[in-house]
């Protein structure tokens, strides 16, 4: 698996590729949103380079000995933490996990899959209060302020 700078755009990316391919469907619904979203933008690099990163992931992957395309997440849990170590910085934590969130709930379920990647983020990056906010109250507390 190739190693990113911590906090660096292309390891932030590669999280949202994991995320994009934990359910091991590369679903049109999830690259529409990406698009729709401008998620590239989001995360500093520009389309090219996202794509560029998610098809390393997935050629890391498939070289792998860590892949797990048998079970449920396709890589196995050091491998998901060795990921989620490479972004250090807690606000970029937080962004990726809405980002994450709202990309796994594109195709209207959340795959066991990407169920995994998103409580390994949470685990890892303790961000089990994150998982209390919904979009909906960020909404309204904006709104009210």
Same mark, same amino acid.
């Given at each position: 698996?190739?190693?990113?700078?911590?906090?660096?755009?292309?390891?932030?990316?590669?999280?949202?590729?994991?995320?994009?391919?934990?359910?091991?469907? =590369?679903?049109?619904?999830?690259?529409?949103?990406?698009?729709?979203?401008?998620?590239?933008?989001?995360? !500093?690099?520009?389309?090219?380079?996202?794509?560029?990163?998610?098809?390393?992931?997935?050629?890391?992957?498939?070289?792998?000995?860590?892949?797990?395309?048998?079970?449920?997440?396709?890589?196995?849990?050091?491998?998901?933490?060795?990921?989620? !170590?490479?972004?250090?910085?807690?606000?970029?934590?937080?962004?990726?996990?809405?980002l994450? =969130?709202?990309?796994?709930?594109?195709? !209207?379920? &959340?795959?066991? !899959?990407?169920?995994? &990647?998103l409580?390994?983020?949470?685990?890892?990056?303790?961000?089990?209060?994150?998982?209390?906010?919904?979009?909906?109250?960020?909404?309204?507390?904006?709104?009210?302020?």
């Amino acid at each position: 698996m190739r190693i990113y700078p911590c906090n660096s755009p292309q390891a932030a990316a590669r999280i949202v590729a994991l995320t994009v391919l934990a359910d091991r469907d =590369i679903d049109k619904t999830e690259f529409d949103l990406l698009d729709r979203m401008a998620i590239h933008e989001q995360l !500093g690099i520009d389309r090219q380079e996202f794509h560029a990163v998610l098809d390393s992931l997935c050629e890391d992957l498939l070289s792998s000995e860590q892949l797990q395309w048998a079970d449920t997440c396709p890589v196995d849990n050091r491998t998901l933490a060795e990921l989620m !170590g490479e972004i250090e910085d807690t606000a970029l934590q937080r962004r990726l996990l809405r980002l994450c =969130i709202v990309i796994a709930e594109a195709n !209207g379920q &959340v795959a066991e !899959g990407e169920s995994i &990647v998103l409580t390994a983020a949470v685990e890892h990056w303790d961000l089990h209060h994150e998982m209390l906010r919904s979009p909906d109250r960020d909404l309204l507390a904006k709104t009210m302020t």
